[in-house]
């Protein structure tokens, strides 16, 4: 059985960092290609930052590229997101999501991942 534990999340100022961690048990991690995305309330699911297995290449949306850093520690099995220079609209439920499969073209597509955690709220006030 696979899961996902995230921790981290929190409340901070605008402008603050906050580091996610989401380890990952009951499947070879460095098999998956892993991910982090958030809901905000009455938003639908977004793609934040996601890296590859074997190698890990990176992809990022444009509203975090610059200010998070997504990484992953194959030998701890746990997957970061560092965040940096927080905005309000960065509050929201951030999820880490796995998958074995996955190529560059369907990193940003939440279906496409097989694995979810089940999500730690951040919340950004300014």
Do not use: H
Not at 10 to 16: K, R
Not at 52 to 64: E, H, M
Not at 88 to 95: G, K, M, Q, R, S
Request: positive net charge; hydrophobic residues 35%; contains cysteine.
């Amino acid at each position: 059985q696979v899961q996902l534990v995230e921790s981290g999340g929190g409340w901070v100022q605008a402008g603050a960092s906050l580091r996610l961690s989401c380890v990952v048990s009951g499947r070879t991690f460095r098999d998956l290609s892993l991910a982090w995305f958030r809901q905000a309330p009455g938003k639908e699911r977004e793609f934040v930052a996601a890296i590859k297995r074997y190698g890990g290449a990176t992809a990022y949306s444009d509203s975090v590229k610059s200010r998070f850093t997504i990484s992953r520690d194959n030998s701890k099995s746990t997957l970061f997101l560092q965040m940096s220079n927080l905005k309000p609209e960065d509050t929201a439920v951030y999820y880490c999501a796995a998958g074995p499969g996955l190529i560059t073209s369907t990193l940003r597509v939440g279906s496409a991942y097989d694995y979810w955690g089940q999500g730690t709220q951040v919340t950004v006030s300014s």
